[in-house]
């Protein structure tokens, strides 16, 4: 099959990853919730060797994830999991979890789902890193982001960016405290937390 392409992933990755360098540094497993069409796990797990990256998506992407893997034959990339939200989550553990360009996609019940099963499948210290435009104090922060805002909820009313506090809210409530909230290109940003020892 044709692999999927989506442009955007080229051009966000390296900064990213410069993220990730950082905040994955002292991490051994990665759970990647909403690999899309598997670009970043391919760039991010061939820069960071020393992780395990485990792509995850709903079952319609999965082929495209797999087409970019295994063209790529990389050591620490295993076969992509089926990960539903709202269903069933791998049994395995994870010291370290990503998304990218994820929460505005799915309805706020299942950000709040997202988040809630974070606990079972991490582990103390665990780090999270999620990528993707936010509003702060219910304010847009750039008209691109509120056109895009716009165009999302034109598709799906459950859509739209998330409110910054309103995912730290959430992520409290997993265990997880933010450790950085970083400004990236195209008004979007990179925010890492970590998991709070016993949460």
């Known amino acids: 099959m044709d692999k999927p392409f989506a442009p955007a992933c080229e051009r966000n990755r390296e900064p990213i990853l410069d993220v990730l360098r950082e905040a994955f540094a002292g991490c051994t497993r990665v759970l990647e919730i909403g690999s899309g069409t598997g670009q970043h796990a391919v760039h991010f797990a061939a820069a960071m060797p020393w992780l395990n990256w485990q792509c995850s998506d ?3 992407y999965l082929p495209g994830i797999r087409a970019w893997l295994d063209e790529a034959a990389l050591p620490n990339t295993p076969a992509p999991v089926q990960l539903d ?5 791998p049994r395995a553990r994870y010291d370290a979890v990503f998304s990218a360009n994820t929460l505005h996609i799915m309805g706020w019940a299942e950000v709040g789902q997202l988040f809630a099963h974070l606990p079972a499948v991490t582990t103390d210290g665990a ?3 999620i990528y993707g435009p936010f509003n702060y104090e219910g304010r847009y922060t750039s008209e ?5 805002d716009r165009s999302l909820k034109l598709r799906d009313p459950d859509m739209g960016l998330r409110d910054a506090e309103a995912v730290d809210a959430l992520a409290r409530a997993a265990g997880f405290a933010l450790l950085e909230d970083r400004a990236m290109p195209a008004n979007n940003r990179c925010r890492v937390w970590r998991r709070q020892g016993g949460a």
């Not at 939200?85 to 989550?89: K, L, R, S, Y």
């Not at 691109?144 to 895009?148: E, I, L, M, P, Y």
């Open 58 to 60: 709903r079952a319609e």
């Open 85 to 89: 939200v709202a269903g069933a989550w």
């Open 127 to 129: 780090v999270l890193v």
């Open 144 to 148: 691109s982001n509120a056109a895009f």
